[in-house]
């Protein structure tokens, strides 16, 4: 019986379970032996100018061996994203200005890392505040400038003013507009950021990291130190998280590498909360401008978004990522017309990266709110009009207006199977009544049907699978785990075509030595990418084995099968173990694959909430999901990867949000004041089952990773405004606080204070 | 997040803890639960030279009736209170205050003494004890002094006793069977409130509606005058000066007060 499509448990968890993991600063490898601890002295301003840096009292501290400025550094300040003003470069510590809180302005070594904690209180700044940017509106002012080199806070702009034409709407019976914020959030993974670093009589690095890409790393921090990247060995322990916030080196990695060569010893360093809630990439940060147009029989025919994105302080990935919005604009619907603009603009806060998701939630929250929207004018259902919009299964492959090719699709029935599942129509009988009978506690049901991109602009990877002589399989994956269960998956895969049981499959991935070329974990990529490279590498190997197999045994090729971890004569007794084929020559292959085109999967979230009209509160009652990613390899780890991104969809939608006072000091740097969510502001979630395969690789999957924070946060956002848009209101900004439901209420109200 | 060095003592009595406190003063911080205490000395936002540890003081830890009251040592945690059975016949408001406190772990740590000793204006218990009435026991190598709960919160963090002074004992009157709610609105469950209210026979006590825990006595008077609830709840903000962050502003404060006031009364009331 195949092992494909059943739910293996994870082979990862007795060791979380029981031991524990090892994270990067859990180490204890003899390379670290005798390693100095970084402490960073940040910055508390916002937007400064630095007058003095005095070192003296910090130099004479207990346990101090170092205290570096920027003076001391021999790196030049450096562009995180290619195509902005060169003037945008950051420097690896602030130098002259400050832009943000959280900047690193010096670094600390110490013996101990609490010494570092002293020593770095007694590092004395001068600074002169300068007036902070923290709105994307005062960024596009241009009044105050973070770079003034640069003339202008615009970091890149996507599509220009003459990307919108007059007529646009001109056709249209209804056309509606509408403001909305797609806030900035925190990744906050449990594991915070961490690097360490030793360097060798051979004039190697070794750089032990938290990150979702050992080798995009290693490239990286090779160029920002300007060695041979040959001299940069990377590795990656355990990883407690990352939700996009991990991708690549942060510039914190290189300053631990070059702080342990010039002092000489090897350094480590990993960050407390407080700092990670301000230094760590943060997501989202949109403020977009949403207008569409159609007809009264419920036909949309034009579309247009223009989005202003917060790079934060220094242009990093986050800068990119406007450009999945606009590809995704138009969402699962056959729009005629689509326009789409993104300026990207620089402000005195966190710089911004990706998030699960990264782009594409921000493309379906506006989408999908643009379509209520236009739904309520028009005074039609949402699902109908959203069922009216959708192109048929048979258009697919379906070309959008953003360019992109969505493989395949049955968006009608997503929507269909979750309205039944919900019981749509009892639940608007059940709204209408609690209306009638003015309840405090209204219904609100949100919709929301979306596609995305997985495996964007990265389609390759490579594996390598050997079987050893003592019978056991190792997996080599250019991929990089941190939570998404791949040592079982791909464990599944080598096995399916080896017959061998994953308890003898090790998967082994983060040693840039070990593994050279890997591109990582990141956009819901790694089963189609590494995983199907893993299935292939296995059946190359399953291949060579039969023709090794055929020799020894005196067979046809043709004749022989590989299953139990053996190669058989078909139906006669005579076979070999892959075991003895392995001992008489080793048997390994190595495979590159390369999907060519990304894959697109959809879905259908329906959140029902209960909103409290006198407190403003909203508690998600119930979710019930469609996530169509293609052929399912494991159930339980899909299921899982669902959970996690509807908890932090449902977040976005109604706790999350990172907030700067109006001097660019952050507000939620702890987690009493950033929302994150636990399992008591969660329902149970409802997980319905739609497989539509892709013909893009030979498993049929599509990526699923990041599917739950896409659909999930619209339907939630969708269901709060229903349940207040009895009292005339249309649209409430996320995250849906008490605070904000009950100001719109109040405002509707006609500002009475009820 | 490591805090600003410093000396640790365990004493082996409250004696032993008095002796210290005499000595050092306010260089010195007792430590209860850790909770409130823990987080601030991490942000180094207090840097005490020496630690007392009084949290294995099992001579703190009770709960017992005494004539008209339930006497509850400083040392008891929330996890105590919640389940004390005493309580729950006796005061059941406290008891049921004590549950709405942190999550799980926080309550086997945090203790009744130390939630009232730091005297945020966002705590639960504080608000409670006030609504009950209650009684604080502070003693010091000077003696032992009772002062009423309405004495003792003099400002945000800030209270009545002494730096050489240790809470020793709250004191509750035995409410038995008077109608009581607490009523704690937050954005997530184990957030503080952002505002709560608790009644008790007729007293209410609102949390986070200014500099200390309040008592909302229109509403009170009103009651007390025959009021119907609504019209009562309607003055829980009177007198009051909430606090603004990102959770709520003034007026929303306020609001909530009210309704807030509203449902505890009648849940209270049995409705
Ligand atoms: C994650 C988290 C969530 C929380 N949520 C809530 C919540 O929802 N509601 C709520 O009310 N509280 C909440 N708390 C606070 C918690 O209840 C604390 O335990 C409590 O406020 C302090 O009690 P403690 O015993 O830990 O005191 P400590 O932290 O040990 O001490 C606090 C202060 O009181 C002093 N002190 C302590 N005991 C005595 C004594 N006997 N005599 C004199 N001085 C003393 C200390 O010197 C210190 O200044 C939360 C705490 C955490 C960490």
């Known amino acids: 019986m195949s092992i494909m499509g059943t739910r293996v448990r994870r082979v990862e968890d007795p060791v979380f379970l029981t031991r524990g993991a090892t994270y990067t600063d859990d180490l204890t490898d003899e390379r670290l032996s005798g390693a100095l601890h970084l402490t960073f002295v ?16 910090a130099r004479e501290a207990p346990g101090v061996v170092a205290v570096i400025t920027a003076d001391e550094m021999d790196l030049e300040p450096t562009k995180h994203f290619p195509a902005v003003p060169d003037a945008m ?53 241009d009044e105050t400038l973070l770079f003034p080199e640069a003339g202008t806070n615009l970091a890149v702009a996507f599509g220009g003013e003459d990307e919108f034409s007059d007529d646009l709407f001109a056709d249209c019976e209804v056309v509606v507009t509408q403001e909305i914020v797609n806030q900035r959030v925190a990744a906050a993974p449990l594991e915070t950021r961490g690097a360490a670093a030793a360097w060798g009589e051979d004039g190697r690095v070794t750089l032990f990291a938290s990150t979702q890409n050992a080798q995009q790393t290693k490239g990286e921090v090779a160029g920002w130190l300007g060695v041979d990247p040959g001299l940069v060995h990377v590795i990656t322990p355990d990883v407690g998280g990352g939700f996009g916030a991990k991708i690549g ?79 995704m604009a138009g969402g699962v619907y056959d729009i005629p017309k689509v326009e789409t603009r993104a300026r990207v603009l620089v402000t005195n806060t966190t710089s911004t990266g990706a998030y699960r998701g990264a782009g594409r939630p921000e493309a379906t929250a506006a989408i999908e709110r643009a379509i209520d929207l236009f739904a309520a004018e028009i005074g039609k259902d949402v699902a109908e009009v959203r069922k009216l919009n959708v192109p048929p299964p048979d258009a697919f492959p379906y070309t959008n207006k953003g360019g992109a090719q969505y493989d395949s699709g049955e968006y009608a029935k997503a929507i269909d199977t979750v309205l039944e599942a919900a019981g749509y129509q009892g639940l608007r009988a059940e709204q209408k009544a609690r209306r009638e ?3 405090v506690l209204q219904l609100g049901i949100g919709l929301s049907c979306f596609v995305e991109i997985t495996a964007g602009g990265m389609t390759a990877e490579d594996a390598t699978v050997e079987v050893h ?14 939570g998404q269960g791949h040592a079982t998956a791909w464990a599944m895969l080598a096995s399916e075509k080896l017959g061998i049981p994953v308890e003898k499959i090790t998967v082994k991935h983060g040693d840039t030595d070990l593994i050279p070329k890997g591109i990582g974990t990141m956009g819901s990529r790694s089963l189609q ?78 959140a029902v909430v209960e909103l409290d009209i006198e407190s403003g509160k909203a508690v998600v009652d119930r979710i019930l999901t469609i996530d169509d990613a293609g052929t399912i390899l494991n159930p339980l780890l899909a299921e899982g990867q669902r959970h996690g991104g509807i908890a932090q969809g449902i977040a976005q939608a109604l706790l999350e949000e990172v907030v700067y006072d109006a001097d660019g000091n952050p507000l939620t740097a702890t987690f009493a004041d950033y929302g994150i969510p636990s399992a008591a502001e969660l329902p149970s979630f409802t997980l319905l089952t739609m497989e539509t395969p892709t013909h893009l690789n030979p498993i049929g999957a599509k990526g699923i990773g990041e599917a739950g924070t896409i659909g999930a946060t619209p339907a939630v956002q969708s269901a709060v405004c229903d349940a207040v848009a009895h009292l005339g209101i249309r649209h409430i900004d996320m995250p849906a606080t008490p605070l904000r439901v009950w100001t719109a209420i109040n405002a509707a109200q006609n500002g009475s204070d009820a | 997040m490591i805090p600003v060095g410093f000396a640790y003592e365990r004493p082996s009595s409250v004696d032993g803890a008095l002796a210290l406190l005499a000595e050092h003063g306010e260089e010195a911080s007792v430590m209860a639960g850790g909770h409130s205490l823990l987080p601030v000395m991490k942000l180094r936002l207090a840097a005490p030279e020496l630690i007392i540890d009084i949290s294995k003081l ?141 009644v008790v026979d007729g007293r209410v006590g609102l949390v986070n509606m200014g500099q200390t825990p309040l008592r909302a006595t229109a509403t009170e008077e009103a009651l007390a005058g025959g009021a119907s609830i609504a019209d009562a709840a309607a003055l829980a903000d009177q007198g009051t000066e909430p606090p603004e962050d990102l959770a709520g502003t003034k007026e929303y404060r306020r609001h909530l007060a009210r309704v807030l006031t509203r449902r505890a009364l009648t849940t209270a009331a049995g409705g």
Request: proline letters at 5%; hydrophobic letters at 40%; glycine letters at 10%.
């Open chain 1, 437 to 439: 009978r003015g309840e």
């Open chain 2, 58 to 198: 099992s001579e703190l830890s009770y709960v017992k009736v005494d004539g008209d009251e339930v006497a509850i040592g400083a040392g008891t945690r929330h996890s105590t209170v919640e389940r004390s059975d005493v309580l729950a016949a006796e005061s059941p408001l406290l008891a049921g205050v004590a549950r709405t406190v942190g999550d799980p772990q926080v309550r086997h740590r945090g203790t009744i003494g130390g939630s009232l000793a730091h005297a945020d204006p966002a705590s639960d218990l504080p608000a409670a004890v006030l609504a009950l009435g209650g009684t604080v026991v502070l003693r010091s190598p000077r003696g032992t002094r009772s002062v009423p709960i309405t004495e003792f919160f003099t400002g945000v963090f800030s209270t009545a006793k002494e730096p050489d002074e240790l809470l020793v004992e709250i004191r509750v009157p035995r409410t038995g069977g008077a109608g009581w709610a607490y009523e704690k609105f937050t954005r997530r469950a184990n957030d503080w409130a952002i505002v709560g209210v608790a």
């Open chain 1, 529 to 606: 990418t590494g995983g199907v490279a893993v299935y292939q590498a296995a059946g190359e190997l399953a291949d060579l084995a039969k023709q090794r197999a055929a020799d020894l045994l005196e067979a046809n090729v043709d004749d022989l099968e590989v299953a139990d971890g053996a190669v058989r004569v078909a139906g006669t007794g005579t076979s070999i173990t892959l075991a003895e084929l392995a001992e008489k020559d080793q048997l390994r292959i190595e495979s590159h694959w390369d999907g060519q085109m990304p894959s697109f999967p959809f879905g259908a979230h329906l």
């Open chain 1, 249 to 327: 080196a942060d510039p914190e990695f290189a300053l631990v590498a070059w702080l342990a060569r010039h002092v000489g010893r090897p350094v480590r360093w990993n960050e407390s909360r407080s700092e990670n809630m301000t230094g760590m990439l943060q997501g989202r940060a949109q403020l977009q401008t949403i207008t569409i147009g159609g007809n009264r029989d419920g036909k949309v025919l034009a579309y247009r978004l223009d989005v202003l994105a917060d790079a934060g302080a220094y242009p990093r990935i986050g800068v990119a990522l406007p450009t999945f919005t606009r590809m």
């Open chain 1, 89 to 141: 470069a950051r420097p690896w510590l602030a130098k002259d200005t400050v832009r943000f809180v959280g900047e690193p302005v010096a670094a600390v070594l110490t013996e101990h890392a609490y010494q570092g904690e002293d020593a770095a209180e007694l590092v004395e700044v001068d600074y002169d505040p300068l007036p902070a940017v923290t709105t994307l509106k005062q960024a596009l002012a």
């Open chain 1, 469 to 482: 002589p003592d019978g056991t399989v190792t997996v080599l994956t250019g991929t990089s785990p941190h």
């Open chain 1, 42 to 57: 940040r910055s508390p301003m916002a937007h400064a100018r630095i007058t003095g840096v005095d070192t003296t009292a």
